[in-house]
């Protein structure tokens, strides 16, 4: 048994929570809100992110982050992008040893362009042991329910990532796989938020299966033209972190991302639709910064572009579909040729 510390209570951290207690391990969950936290001590629910589920005996909440850090090697990173710098800041407050961080936030920074464990490298420095990715399609409410999920872990140092994956594998119901690409897990985690907008905007604007089919083909081209330009392996994005992660968030009423794109496509307008929703939608953010990496970098993204504007210029959801289907014509297969062209260039 190990002692494992989640920062990050809400509805991905407390089912991860659950895995690792399912395995064994004794978990401290911190969130900053106490009364939350006495919640999931005395009444072993979390009633706000996972409605009905009642929570192991071996996750313990805590409101002191120090206290939930004390003696642990291993972290969870769980909490929203926009608060990671911050957290961190805090977590090297109370460390003396390195740890281990397993960060499952995906997201790309604005204006620096950091992935996260680019940005957990540079708030950690010398007090992180190492940093390990978990990714995949994966919906805290199906994992909570114990459904069977599939995951994958990478890292820099995949004796790390190998030990991770030992820490979240379960036999029943949370299959992990390693992958060593630890570019192209993190772009493909990051940028399906952006997809599964743009996907939730087609169903909002009553435009079926047809149109969506088409959005997530081609989404997961975008996805692949920016990740190989930054050094990922295109192939990684045919597996759980690219295609299986933007089909469950794309199709699902689980998603996040695709319901408040759903409500963009109903008319509703972008600070009323994050009001409503009560948690982060990681896309708004990560279309930010993948637009100013994709203008930066000289790389075709279409989808995010529109998306882009019917978020920050407030175009018209309806005008910025019309826009993608009349885009000059060109070849289809015109994308993949280039990315193994390039991919096989640059071994």
């Not at 909570?144 to 030992?166: F, W």
């Not at 794109?261 to 639709?273: R, S």
């Amino acid at each position: 048994m190990e002692q494992v510390a989640v920062l990050g209570a809400g509805s991905w951290g407390t089912a991860l929570s659950m895995v690792l207690a399912d395995n064994g391990h004794a978990v401290r969950l911190w969130g900053h809100r106490p009364e939350q936290i006495k919640e999931i001590n005395t009444k072993r629910t979390n009633e706000k992110y996972l409605p009905g589920i009642e929570l192991p005996e071996l996750i313990v909440g805590y409101a002191d982050l120090c206290q939930a850090l004390e003696n642990v090697r291993t972290v969870v990173l769980a909490v929203p992008t926009k608060a990671i710098r911050e957290v961190l800041g805090n977590v090297r407050q109370c460390l003396k040893e390195p740890i281990t961080i397993v960060t499952v936030s995906k997201g790309i920074e604005p204006d620096t362009h950091k992935r996260i464990s680019e940005i957990i490298e540079e708030e950690m420095g010398s007090l992180l042991q190492d940093v390990v990715v978990l990714s995949g399609p994966s919906h805290a409410e199906e994992v909570s329910l114990r459904h069977p999920t599939t995951v994958t872990v990478s890292s820099k140092n995949m004796k790390a990532a190998e030990r991770i994956q030992d820490l979240f594998m379960n036999h029943q119901y949370f299959r992990v796989y390693t992958n060593p690409d630890l570019i192209g897990v993190e772009i493909g985690g990051a940028l399906k938020n952006i997809i599964a907008l743009a996907a939730g905007i087609t169903d909002g604007l009553g435009y079926g299966d047809n149109a969506k089919a088409a959005l997530i083909t081609r989404g997961l081209a975008e996805i692949a033209r920016l990740g190989s330009t930054l050094g990922a392996n295109p192939l990684t994005f045919s597996g759980l972190t690219g295609i299986g992660d933007l089909i469950v968030t794309c199709t699902s009423v689980h998603s996040r991302n695709w319901r408040a794109g759903h409500l963009l496509g109903k008319g509703k307008k972008l600070d009323e639709v994050l009001d409503s929703m009560g948690m982060v939608v990681e896309g708004v953010r990560t279309t930010k910064a993948a637009y100013q990496l994709a203008k930066k970098l000289g790389v075709k993204m279409p989808i995010t572009e529109v998306l882009y504007d019917v978020l920050f210029n407030e175009k018209n959801p309806k005008d910025a579909v019309d826009s993608l289907m009349s885009r000059v014509k060109t070849h289809e297969m015109e994308d993949l040729v280039n990315i193994l062209d390039k991919s096989e260039q640059e071994k």
